[in-house]
């Protein structure tokens, strides 16, 4: 799975990227969630996700993207305080978003 440049503003390479992350985090997880991982699942509530697997999480997406660039602050934190979870699928709208608006390199990297 590439995660190329001219990938990068389509939607779907994103969230293929994405799930592809988060399967290779959780492939030995023992957690109780039984379904496939999709846009609604749920970080923290259906993966049983913790602090330090959000930044593992951040840290896998920033070498698969080769981009230590992106705002993830703006995704994890609103009104200065932590987001209690968030669904793929919003880590996903963010991260196209953010790849969409600022080329690799455009940004101080």
């Known amino acids: 799975m590439s995660g190329n440049a001219s990938d990068l503003g389509n939607r779907s390479a994103i969230?293929?990227?994405v799930l592809q992350v988060?399967?290779?985090l959780t492939?030995?997880?023992?957690?109780?969630?039984?379904?496939?991982i999709g846009p609604d699942t749920r970080l923290i509530a259906d993966l049983d996700f913790e602090s330090i697997d959000v930044v593992e999480l951040v840290v896998s997406l920033e070498?698969?993207?080769q981009r230590k660039d992106l705002p993830f602050e703006k995704l994890l934190m609103q009104d200065?305080?932590?987001?209690e979870d968030m669904t793929v699928g919003q880590v996903v709208d963010f991260m196209h978003a953010q790849l969409s608006a600022a080329p690799a390199?455009?940004?101080n990297a």
Do not use: F
């Not at 492939?27 to 496939?36: F, N």
């Not at 200065?80 to 987001?83: I, M």
């Open 15 to 17: 969230e293929r990227i």
């Open 22 to 24: 988060l399967k290779d």
């Open 27 to 36: 492939a030995d997880w023992d957690t109780d969630y039984a379904g496939a």
């Open 63 to 65: 070498g698969r993207l």
């Open 80 to 83: 200065g305080r932590y987001v």
């Open 105 to 107: 390199g455009g940004a």
